[in-house]
C-alpha cells in the first residue's frame, strides 16, 4: 500500500494538474543528489533537486507478480552535478533510487513514491549515459548458495579466505606513464604475473581514493583493466596488492593457505563424467 497525504491525493483528481516528478539519488559513498523534471530547482525535506539536468526517464511498469519492473534513465551530462570521471569511477554504479511524484506548485502536500531500487551499472557513451533502475523485487531473481567448483570462492583477504593482505601489498609510486591504463614502477620487482588479478589503490594524485583491477603485470610495468578516469601522473602514489587466480596450485605455492581454499579442486569435471557414463550405457 502506498502511502499518500489527502492533500495530494485531491490535487490528482483534479482536471489540470502541477505534478512533477523527483529523484533522489544515494551513492555507495553517502553522497546525495537530486533532480526533477520540473522547470525550476525543487527542495523537499531537507533535499535540493535540480531542474533540467537532463535526465529522461523511460516509463516506470510496476508488476505485482513479483517479476522484476525495471525502468532506464538516460541524459546529458550536467558539468554542476554529475562528471563523466565520476561516472568512469564507478561512484554511481549501485546507487539507491528514490522516484516520487509532488505537486511542485505546492510542496506541502507531500510526495507519492512509485519506484525504490538501484542503479545497475552505469554505460556512457558520447556525452551521453545510461542507467537501469532496479527495483526491490530485482533481489527475488537473485539465486543464493553455492555450487561445487574447482576454483575458490573467496576473495582474496576475505573473512573465508583468511589471507592478511599486509603481507601481499606493495606501495609504490608512477616512475613512468604509458596511458591512463599502462604505467610502470621502479620499486616493484615481482615476478611476472604477480600481481595479474590484483587490485591498485590510489593514495595520490588525480585518482585518489579510486581502485582498478589489474590485467597483466610485467617487469614492473601494470596494466589496468580499465583506464583510470583521471590522468595517471609520475609520482601519483598508489599500493597494488597481489592477484589470484583461485587455483588450488596457487593458493599453495603463492599465499600458502591451502587450509581456508573454499573450492572442489579434485572434483572430476565435466569431461570426466561423460566419460564414466559412457561406460554403463
Not at 22 to 46: N, P, Q
Not at 114 to 138: D, H, M, P, T
Request: hydrophobic residues 40%.
Amino acid at each position: 500500500m502506498r502511502n499518500i497525504t489527502p492533500a495530494l491525493q485531491a490535487h490528482f483528481g483534479l482536471e489540470t494538474t502541477s505534478i512533477a516528478t523527483i529523484w533522489k539519488l544515494t551513492r555507495r559513498d553517502g553522497v546525495v543528489l537530486g533532480f526533477t523534471d520540473a522547470v525550476a530547482d525543487l527542495t523537499l525535506e531537507g533535499a535540493d533537486y535540480l531542474a533540467a539536468t537532463g535526465f529522461t526517464p523511460s516509463d516506470v511498469a510496476l508488476k505485482g507478480d513479483f517479476s522484476v519492473s525495471n525502468l532506464e534513465l538516460d541524459g546529458v551530462l550536467d558539468a554542476a552535478s554529475i562528471s563523466e570521471g565520476d561516472l568512469l569511477a564507478g561512484k554511481y554504479d549501485y546507487a539507491e533510487v528514490l522516484i516520487s511524484l509532488v505537486n511542485y506548485m505546492d510542496l506541502s502536500q507531500g510526495s507519492l513514491v512509485i519506484k525504490r531500487g538501484w542503479l545497475g551499472e552505469v554505460s556512457f557513451q558520447r556525452n551521453q549515459f545510461v542507467a537501469e533502475v532496479r527495483g526491490l523485487s530485482q533481489k527475488l531473481q537473485q539465486n543464493f548458495g553455492e555450487v561445487f567448483s574447482p576454483g575458490c570462492r573467496a576473495n582474496l583477504g576475505d573473512a573465508r579466505c583468511k589471507v592478511a593482505l599486509a603481507g601481499f601489498s606493495f606501495s609504490g609510486v608512477v616512475s613512468s606513464v604509458v596511458s591512463q591504463q599502462i604505467f610502470k614502477c621502479a620499486a616493484l620487482t615481482q615476478s611476472a604475473g604477480y600481481f595479474s588479478g590484483g587490485q591498485v589503490n590510489w593514495s595520490s594524485g588525480a585518482n585518489v581514493g579510486l581502485q582498478m583491477e589489474v590485467k597483466d603485470f610485467l617487469n614492473g610495468q601494470l596494466s589496468l583493466v580499465l583506464p583510470m578516469p583521471h590522468n595517471v601522473q609520475i609520482g601519483d602514489g598508489f599500493t597494488v596488492i597481489a592477484g589470484c587466480d583461485k587455483a588450488f596450485s596457487t593458493c599453495l605455492s603463492k599465499f600458502n593457505n591451502g587450509v581456508n581454499f573454499r573450492g572442489e579442486p579434485h572434483v572430476p569435471g565435466m569431461d570426466a563424467i561423460l566419460q564414466t557414463s559412457g561406460t554403463f550405457r
